[in-house]
């Protein structure tokens, strides 16, 4: 199979799960239901969880396994879309072409639509389902948790808010985006690897600076896209950084240098990645991710 | 030792460890930890980690132990507050007398700092410094997620919204209560039988329909003093329900049958209780609750 069938494969399978994670809930609350399905299905690239599953396959993790926790991060992400993109927030109408869960339902239930797809990641990971020790799933919850709040994602999204209009150091960009995009990046990759059920702290460490890389390049590339691309490509409001007067790698560093920064971290986790073995999908996701903007 | 003074006992214990909780993250994004702990820290009567570390009396769970689990569960109480208050939701000014977190900061860092709440919860439960079995916090985990998500808290929330103004039965008023209120009443009485390293099915379901009464009469008694009360004794804004046109159990059976209802979920619960052992504080704390309206 080639990585691109593979790819299609588990995005079928992530997507199924994610669904049947929603539906599978007592459905007391319909339109709530309704809110959290359109804003997760709603045709993501899904590389969290591909990222989870990828890292499950250097540790023999069986697929069902890897889908089930990476769907979990996928319910954070989601739903941090959802609230990022509220009139409160980035004020956004549109994601990946389609209306924002605020302009399809309202403000109302794209909050708790939020909330709700927030609890349904513990939920399953918490599952009885999972067939992982508890010590594994132990660890990724408190791993998922930290990586989604104050000191996290949330914190970092705050962070964003308050610089905006700002000039910022390299140095304070680069913390803000280590909380608000890398910490679910590197917790997708992490999951991969603590859901083995053995644990080194060497290992894991070794692993997590590599993921933080990840993390960073995701963010320099997405600059750099905002910058070169435009709306119809990019399926959201393309230049909304440079819109909403805030502070990217591209406003700070230059496109040169914010290419050559990419470049530097994409041959840094390469040869990280290179020593491990069953790394070819985590490789092949990463070139994904690199060249995305070529 | 009086309960009154055990009371307050346990209250500083329940400030000092979600004071603790906040402080003890790495703080990073400053305005967001001040936030969370302005939201967390505003006189609550903290009823939800009471009944926990009372229940837990009966299983003789350390103290220590039903106050961090007790906090989680307040952690989710806490961020529902922030969010219900939101302008898209209840849109209020005053909570417990002071101005609500999107007044005193912004409605950006008030959803951010209710997200982060949330994340704080599941951190806390499956933190290795929680010194309970790992079987008693994915149970706990599981449970608190279930009662705050689409099928608990937040899909009761949406019901509320999308019932105002509609005719409702007492049925549906009661179905969307015991999601809304009920179920993390139901989970901060079942978590301290959960702490407990042992499970057996037939204790909890007979505990777990006492704690699902129990949330029912706290709503009623919420409702009765929404109409009786005022501004200044509440400490938030009354006859907020009448004003926004939302049904409750006055609303629909009156005064009288109101009382009438909670005089008998009152009876039942006493009735229930009083087969325990050291079911003496969680008695007391459901007289508190009982005759708040007295």
Do not use: W
Request: aromatic share 6%; net charge neutral.
């Amino acid at each position: 199979m080639t990585h691109e069938v593979l790819q299609k494969k588990l995005v079928t399978a992530i997507e199924k799960k994610l669904a049947d994670l929603i539906a599978n809930q007592p459905q007391l609350s319909l339109l709530l239901s309704e809110a959290m399905h359109y804003s997760c299905l709603n045709g993501g690239k899904r590389i969290r969880p591909l990222l989870t599953i990828a890292t499950g396959m250097m540790y023999n993790i069986p697929e069902e396994i890897s889908v089930s926790v990476g769907c979990a991060i996928e319910l954070i992400h989601c739903y941090s879309l959802i609230h990022d993109d509220l009139p409160a927030m980035d004020n956004d109408d549109l994601r990946r072409g389609k209306p924002t869960c605020h302009k399809k339902y309202n403000e109302a239930i794209a909050i708790l639509a939020g909330d709700a797809l927030q609890s349904l990641a513990f939920e399953t990971l918490s599952s009885t389902d999972l067939n992982i020790t508890q010590t594994a799933k132990l660890k990724i919850i408190n791993q998922l948790a930290k990586s989604s709040g104050l000191s996290g994602m949330a914190g970092g999204q705050a962070l964003d808010l308050i610089n905006t209009g700002l000039a910022i150091t390299q140095q304070q960009l680069q913390q803000m985006h280590i909380m608000k995009t890398g910490a679910l990046i590197n917790t997708s990759i992490i999951s991969g690897y603590l859901a083995n059920n053995s644990f080194d702290i060497t290992l894991y460490q070794k692993l997590s600076d590599t993921a933080t890389k990840l993390g960073l390049l995701f963010q320099v590339i997405d600059d750099i896209i905002d910058i070169t691309s435009n709306t119809q490509i990019l399926g959201k409001t393309a230049h909304k950084d440079l819109d909403n007067n805030k502070a990217t790698y591209v406003t700070i560093l230059g496109i040169e240098k914010s290419n050559q920064y990419a470049n530097m971290l994409y041959s840094e986790i390469k040869n990280s990645l290179t020593k491990y073995t069953n790394a070819d999908f985590l490789l092949y996701l990463i070139d994904l991710i690199y060249f995305r903007n070529k």
